[in-house]
Structures are given as structure tokens and as C-alpha cells.
């Protein structure tokens, strides 16, 4: 009895240890998949703040792009526009079908058409722009994004080279044009006749003269297209009073009278040689529009934290029209007054060019007839830094 009473507790105690053991397994399996589901809910929070802030980063960047970003569904639903393209379009559509201009509807269907990008250059607006766009497609939906950008400067500064050339080439060519005329006229006998000798000699002179002026002042403005080296310091009412010192002849000469008025005026920083061209041409232009019997005031004065020179003259003035356009390279307003008076069309340019070089802006009032005042304005040394100063 008792050995069956023995084996029946070693039995018994037996089982209680394997069922022990399996209920510890049991648990060290739930703490394991417990362990596993804490790891794959920590992986899943983690993959989801890692796609939140890359979509955040893509909506930054996508945000401060200068081109215009505008996506479209395959039903022609609007998914996605940034900020730059509510400033390239103005109003920006839901739906493909209201985009304008046409011509941008019309390529991002061709791309959802054809599968291929598709290029397309607009006009739109007033004052009108330019705008240039790529229609790609994304995906395999019909999902079409546009990529759009202002391109107005680009095309302007290509518009500005290319009369610029034009204009260059056709400044050079009437001066060369002339003397070459002259040299024939004499070779072919005007020579031996000493009147029309010396009125064909003085006419080479002055064309070689204007010939020099332009080739000189072209010079002049590739340089300061470049930028002006700012590494001295400028006392604007000395350069004034040599610069009206050196023109005194041509104004006498056109009987204009030239008066200075320069105060003690603080020094600038910037190129000695580039301010003097300034003040030359801003007296030269005003003696030359200037009629006989007339007068040119040169005032070099402070104002606030800048130096100031005021050219003022009582000559033919400019038409309010065109006042936007005298600083333009090879503008006149009058093309046969400055062609007579040996005029190149560049000097205002180069005026315009090295203010800006010394962090300074020239602006101009004028009526028609009544005379015009150009003033240009420069940092004093220290007060307002001007570009690449020291």
C-alpha cells in the first residue's frame, strides 16, 4: 500500500514538473512574442516619423524652390502645388483642364499622351513674362507633374546682348565707314585740291576721334562689368573740381558755362579712376545737350549717410518716355545732336556701372526743353559698406 501510495505521489509529482516547465516555456514564448510585437511596433513608429519628416524635408524643399511645382492625377485632379507656382501663375487650378495658359495644358497632355516630357515656352501676364516649363509624366497612371520657371531676366539680358552687339557693330561701322570714304575721296584725287584736302583731312581726324571714343568707352564699360576695385579712399569734391578743370575748354569752346559748388564733403570708399569717369561723363553728357548760352551746375554735397553730385544743365531736356531708358547702352534720345556732337551712347551706361560698383544709384530728372538734373548717390567711407569694399 505504501509503495503504491509512493509511486503514485512520484507520479504526481512528476506531472506538477513537466506541467511547471511547459508553463514556463509557455511564458518565456509569450514574453518572446510579446518582445517581438513591442520591437515591430517600435520599428513601425520609427518607419513612420523617418517617412513624416521626409515628406516634411520634400515639402520644405519643394517649398522654397524658385520654379513652380504643380502635379496632377491621372483623372486630372490637382495632388500638389507649392508656393512658387501661385507666384509663375497667379491662380492655381484644382483640375487640369482649368490650367492656363493653354499651351501648359496642352503639353502635360501630351506627356500623359506620349509618356515623354514635353518642353513649352509661354507668354503670359502684364507687364508680360516668360515663363518656361517641362511637362513630365510620373508613373504609369496618366500622373503628370509641371515644372515651371520665370525666365522674363534671362530672356531680357539675351534681348540686351544681342542689341548690344548689334548696336556696337553698327557704331563701329559708320566711323570706319566715313574715314574709309575720305581715304578713297583723296587717293582719287582731292588730294591735289587744298580746300577739299584739308575738309576731307579734318573729317578723317574727327571719325578717328569717335572711332577712339567708342573703342575707349567699350573698353571702359567690359571693365566695370567686371566690378570696380574699392581699395582707396575717394575725395569726391577734389576729383569734381579736375574733372570741371579738364572739360572747361569743350564748355567754352560750346560757349556753356560750368560752375562748381562742393562742400567738405567725407571720403568714399572706391576707385579714384572709375568715380573720376563718372563725374566726366555726367559733365561731358550735360555740355553736350546743352545749347550755346546755357550753363551746367556741379554740386557735390552729403546727404544722410551718402555723398552726393548733382549735374543740373539748361539744355534740351529728355521726353518723359524716354527718361526709363537714358542709362541703356547706346540710348539716345536725340541720335543726330549726339552723333554731331561726337557722342558715343555709352557714357550714361558707365555712369550707371560704376555707381552701382560703389554701392551707390544715379537717377535723373528732366522735362522736355527744360533742362535735366542726373544725381548720383555713394555710401560715405564707414557709413553703408559698399560691394567688395575693404
Known amino acids: 500500500m505504501t509503495q503504491v501510495l509512493f509511486a503514485a505521489l512520484g507520479v504526481l509529482v512528476g506531472a506538477l514538473v513537466t506541467v511547471g516547465i511547459l508553463d514556463q516555456r509557455q511564458r518565456g514564448r509569450l514574453r518572446t512574442e510579446r518582445v517581438r510585437a513591442e520591437r515591430a511596433e517600435a520599428s513601425r ?74 518642353p513649352v515656352e509661354v507668354e503670359t501676364g502684364a507687364p508680360p513674362r516668360w515663363l518656361r516649363a517641362t511637362a513630365r509624366p510620373v508613373g504609369g497612371d496618366g500622373s503628370v507633374m509641371l515644372v515651371v520657371r520665370d525666365v522674363t531676366d534671362a530672356r531680357r539680358l539675351d534681348a540686351i546682348r544681342r542689341d548690344f552687339v548689334a548696336n556696337a557693330s553698327h557704331e563701329l561701322k559708320t566711323p570706319v565707314a566715313s574715314i574709309r570714304a575720305a ?10 585740291d587744298p580746300p577739299a584736302a584739308q575738309r576731307f583731312t579734318e573729317q578723317l581726324e574727327r571719325e578717328a576721334l569717335r ?50 559748388h562742393a562742400d567738405g564733403v567725407p571720403s568714399i570708399h572706391g576707385s579714384a579712376r572709375d568715380i573720376a569717369l563718372l563725374v566726366r561723363n555726367l559733365i561731358d553728357n550735360a555740355v553736350r545737350y546743352t545749347p550755346a548760352g546755357g550753363t551746367v551746375d556741379v554740386t557735390v554735397t552729403t546727404g544722410g549717410d551718402d555723398v552726393i553730385v548733382r549735374v543740373t544743365d539748361t539744355g534740351v531736356g529728355i521726353p518723359r518716355r524716354d527718361l526709363p531708358r537714358v542709362f541703356e547702352r547706346f ?26 560698383n560703389h554701392g551707390g544709384d544715379v537717377s535723373v530728372q528732366s522735362e522736355l526743353a527744360n533742362g535735366s538734373t542726373f544725381e548720383v548717390r555713394i555710401p560715405v567711407a564707414g557709413a553703408v559698406p559698399a560691394p567688395g569694399a575693404p
Open 45 to 118: 513608429e520609427t518607419e513612420a516619423r523617418t517617412s513624416a519628416q521626409a515628406l516634411e524635408i520634400r515639402a520644405l524643399i519643394l517649398s522654397s524652390m524658385e520654379e513652380g511645382v504643380l502635379l496632377f492625377n491621372g483623372t486630372g485632379s490637382r495632388i500638389y502645388a507649392n508656393t512658387a507656382l501661385t507666384r509663375h501663375l497667379g491662380a492655381v487650378p484644382e483640375r487640369l483642364d482649368a490650367l492656363l495658359p493653354l499651351e501648359l495644358q496642352r503639353a502635360a497632355r501630351r506627356a500623359a499622351d506620349t509618356g515623354s516630357p514635353i
Open 183 to 192: 581715304a578713297e575721296t583723296l587717293r582719287d584725287g582731292a588730294i591735289d
Open 211 to 260: 572711332l577712339s571714343r567708342i573703342v575707349s568707352d567699350l573698353l571702359d564699360l567690359s571693365r566695370l562689368e567686371t566690378g570696380s576695385e574699392l581699395d582707396e579712399r575717394v575725395h569726391l569734391d577734389a576729383i569734381a573740381a579736375d574733372e570741371v578743370e579738364r572739360l572747361e575748354d569743350q564748355a567754352a569752346e560750346a560757349n556753356v558755362k560750368i560752375t562748381l
Open 331 to 356: 540710348y539716345r534720345v536725340d541720335r543726330a545732336r549726339s552723333r554731331e556732337t561726337g557722342g558715343t551712347g555709352l557714357g550714361l551706361a558707365i555712369v550707371k556701372h560704376v555707381a552701382e
